[in-house]
């Protein structure tokens, strides 16, 4: 952007159509909304079922847990689609059935390959269950915690305020731990890295995003000849990312180190000479213009997969961390190892929700103002993916909207520095209007810090009061 008074102005449109994305987020949540207050209200017939009844209060549990489950996954997979799949639907790379089908797919496939870890964390690494007297109290904590998330959720939704899977179900988590084990059960220093990493993770996509931005701004967008800079640099780019992609794969699978990185070298020189093949064919044997939105087609369907894959091996775990106690709790036993049956059915209930519930948001987000500019936005995607996949390596769950809008933060501010270095804007920006993008940027650094400052103690208390009262109600 140029012209007087507009120096430095695309961080603020970005970000302004971040909070569009939101926005779109709460109007086509609507059903599952709807949806969850069904949940809810049934869920507390069954808890008064147990109370007055007394009778089979596992198998109660059991259902009310699988139900709360269920609804979690079907909110995932319907509010997160859009960080996969809305940018690749807006630049035309994919079409929408196929682009959701892509990303349920690659959901299941996430949670079943890399899910484990985050699910572990949840469900005996804030707390243990296994501390608990009988199977019986442990799945009635885990539920609570489910309930605790779920209504806060629901309730946030409600008033329009966008929050976090992850961050509710962490503070679920603590609020049940409290109220069956006591403050000294929880894992505080898990806790505590738990907290570290909200912070820092969309610090590290920021500067991730930041650093392929600035090597595609000055190699390839601002070229005199851009399509054949485009021949040069794309091809390895995509070609980097599919490898490292499938060597990730290969070290989830425990294949040997000379197999895993051949497989990964495979995927690259594929990668590559596929993206080669694309430019060749679309720009110098056609002739199209080679704008941003048409160089980065095949980038930005690159990135859906690893994405989509990223954000199934994280989100699975708000699921089926707590799910799988309520599972192995059914045999008696009050704490074990992760259940692949949980995060089957945690991966499912997530996928329904990204092909039943998620087509309008995709469509709202990729077909107008809240579409981000092609290039940028495989520069977001790519850093999200990099650092979600991180995390779920390590075993740590994150939010991968706030995220994606560090890498947001990370390109604007890249773009900035970029301006200010190649000199092409000497106009001195009005006070006014300085003052104006400071308060945008302010307020969504406000956002994203309120959110999880006030999800987590509300979830907690709400977690607490579920387990107080489901505890209650138990027989013995």
Not at 43 to 50: R, S, T
Not at 123 to 131: L, N, R, V, Y
Not at 173 to 192: E, N, T, V
Request: hydrophobic share 55%.
């Amino acid at each position: 952007m140029s012209g007087p008074g507009r120096p430095f102005h695309t961080l603020d449109k970005d970000l302004g159509r971040i909070t569009h994305v939101e926005t779109a987020q709460l109007y086509a949540f609507r059903p599952v909304w709807r949806l969850g207050l069904a949940v809810l209200a049934l869920v507390a017939l069954l808890i008064l079922a147990i109370g007055l009844t007394g009778r089979d209060a596992g198998a109660v549990g059991f259902g009310a847990g699988l139900v709360v489950a269920g609804w979690l996954g079907l909110a995932i997979g319907s509010n997160d689609v859009a960080n996969s799949l809305g940018p690749a639907v807006g630049a035309g790379a994919i079409g929408l059935l196929p682009g959701l089908v892509l990303v349920a797919l690659a959901q299941i496939a996430g949670a079943s390959l890399a899910g484990g870890a985050v699910t572990d964390r949840l469900a005996s690494g804030i707390f243990d269950p296994g501390m608990l007297e009988s199977g019986l109290r442990a799945q009635m904590a885990m539920l609570a915690a489910l309930i605790g998330a779920a209504c806060w959720i629901t309730l946030a939704t409600g008033i329009g305020l966008p929050v976090s899977t992850s961050h509710s179900i962490v503070g679920g988590l603590a609020g049940a731990g409290i109220a069956a084990l006591g403050a000294s059960s929880l894992d505080w220093p898990s806790l505590a890295m738990i907290a570290l990493v909200w912070i820092i993770a969309p610090v590290v996509s920021g500067a991730l995003a930041a650093a392929v931005l600035i090597l595609l701004r000055i190699k390839v967008m601002v070229a005199a000849d851009r399509v054949a800079a485009a021949q040069i640099w794309l091809p390895p780019l995509v070609g980097v990312m599919s490898g490292l992609f499938v060597t990730y794969l290969g070290l989830l699978a425990s294949i040997a180190t000379t197999g895993m990185l051949l497989a990964g070298l495979i995927a690259g020189l594929l990668a590559d000479r596929l993206m080669r093949r694309h430019l060749r064919s679309a720009f110098v044997l056609r002739g199209e213009k080679p704008s941003s939105k048409r160089l980065f087609r095949p980038p930005l369907l690159a990135a859906v997969v690893p994405l989509a894959f990223a954000h199934g091996a994280n989100d699975v775990g708000n699921v089926a961390g707590p799910l799988t106690v309520i599972v192995t709790a059914r045999g008696g036993e009050a704490g074990g190892q992760v259940s692949l049956v949980a995060i089957l059915l945690a991966a499912f209930a997530i996928a329904v929700g990204t092909l039943f519930f998620g087509r309008r948001l995709v469509r709202m987000v990729g077909s107008g103002i809240t579409r981000l500019n092609a290039g940028r936005a495989f520069c977001v995607s790519l850093s999200t993916a990099a650092t979600v996949l991180a995390a779920s390596w390590a075993g740590l769950p994150v939010s991968t909207t706030h995220i994606a809008v560090g890498g947001i933060f990370g390109v604007g501010f890249a773009r900035e520095w970029l301006d200010r270095r190649q000199r092409r804007q000497r106009e001195v920006m009005p006070a006014e209007e300085a003052r104006r993008r400071r308060l945008i940027r302010r307020s969504h650094v406000a956002t994203i810090t309120t959110a999880w400052l006030v999800t987590v103690p509300l979830t907690a208390l709400m977690g607490w009061l579920a387990c107080v009262l489901i505890l209650a109600a138990t027989p013995g």
